[in-house]
């Protein structure tokens, strides 16, 4: 099945009444309110559908992004879900999704949700410990995010849960705790984002204060490595780990672990420990030839051919000849002894 073609449809966030420590609420809600109504839903979906695509069978998503969806009125929530009813009853839109917070889901609004074609629902948990939480100013608890969770699966729809690593309170032992509990709830994917230090935020004023210390990018790399084993290890998908670059991000962002490609450091972490496993094992009197799948080359090598260098430094690529192959499976590293 090839990977969705998303329709993104931005919404102006509408003046939140939270104030997470994180978020400076004028960079997100950049657009003016009301700029998105049903004539632009509609004329978006109309455009999008006419581009030529990779792959012209994959299933059509609308995701409506940038903001609390259902924290806005359950009028401007007709609308804008609306304008896409025709789209989906034609079958050239397959299924909705959208964002939102936890304290904003019941089973009423997801009753409604599904009524309207929302398939997936992405959840800003965060974090599953409640001082985190509090300590970072979300305005809800854990037992928040489990509710609409439940809720949500009660009325069949998918759910992804975002959660920040370095919050406030945080700590790999509480992080790696909430990644567990996050994954106990069986949501369908899940997304890892470092906290940053944006300007403007109540987190910016702790950072000068000397109150606040973000990871650093190789911290937040290897935590994000252990989250990454713990939601794979139980078939949880995620879809993306760092920030998605942009101009606006670079120019307000203050501190923290920020890495344009952060989700590929992540996983070429996770690969040079699982091809130093396997090489450790090995017998140096042995020649092997190491099997890697040629899609994998830049996560085995490393930024800058770094992983290949800590191997070189470890001793262990002495005797062993490296091969890509197209045909070998992404991340499975093959070891095969060869005669010398
Ligand atoms: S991150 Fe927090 S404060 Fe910012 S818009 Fe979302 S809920 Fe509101």
């Known amino acids: 099945m090839p990977p969705p073609f998303v329709i ?22 950049g657009a003016p309110e ?7 839903v509609e004329e978006t979906i109309r455009t999008q559908l006419a581009w030529p695509r990779r792959y012209p069978d994959a299933p059509v998503q609308v995701a409506f992004y940038g903001g609390s969806f259902t924290g806005l009125t359950m009028e401007r929530q007709r609308e804008l879900l609306g304008a896409a009813q025709p789209f989906l009853a034609s079958g050239q839109v397959r299924e ?19 009524e309207h074609g929302v398939g997936i629902v992405e959840l800003g948990a965060q974090s599953l410990d409640d001082r985190v939480l509090a300590a970072s100013g979300r305005g809800h608890t854990a037992a928040q995010v489990r509710t609409a969770v439940a809720c949500l699966k009660g009325a069949r729809i998918k759910v992804g849960l975002q959660l920040m690593l370095g919050l406030p309170g945080d700590s790999t032992a509480t992080a790696l705790a909430s990644g567990r509990a996050a994954a106990a709830l069986g949501p369908d994917m899940v997304r890892l984002y470092p906290c940053l230090v944006i300007s403007g935020s109540p987190l910016a004023e702790l950072y000068h204060q000397g109150r606040y ?21 139980q078939g949880i998908s995620v879809v993306r780990m760092g920030l998605q670059p942009s101009a606006s991000l670079e120019e307000t962002m203050l501190a923290g672990p920020y890495h344009p490609a952060f989700g590929e450091l992540v996983l070429s972490r996770l690969f040079f420990n699982q091809v130093r496993a396997e090489l450790s094992v090995r017998s140096p009197q042995q020649a092997h030839c190491l099997c890697l799948a040629k899609a994998d080359e830049s996560i085995y090598r490393g930024k800058g051919n770094a992983n290949v260098k800590r191997l070189v430094a470890l001793g262990l690529l002495e005797g062993v000849e490296t091969v890509f192959s197209a045909s070998q499976p992404r991340q499975s590293v093959v070891l095969n002894p060869v005669d010398s």
């Open 213 to 233: 210390q973000p990871l650093s990018l190789s911290r937040a790399v290897a935590l994000a490595g252990r989250l990454w084993s713990i939601f794979n290890g």
């Open 8 to 29: 993104p449809i931005f919404i102006a966030h509408q003046g939140c009444p939270h104030q997470c420590l994180f978020c400076n609420q004028r960079s997100i809600t």
């Open 34 to 40: 009301g700029m998105v109504g049903a004539r632009e």
């Open 96 to 114: 909705l999704r959208l964002s939102t917070r936890p304290d904003y889901v019941t089973s009423e609004i997801a009753g409604f949700l599904r």
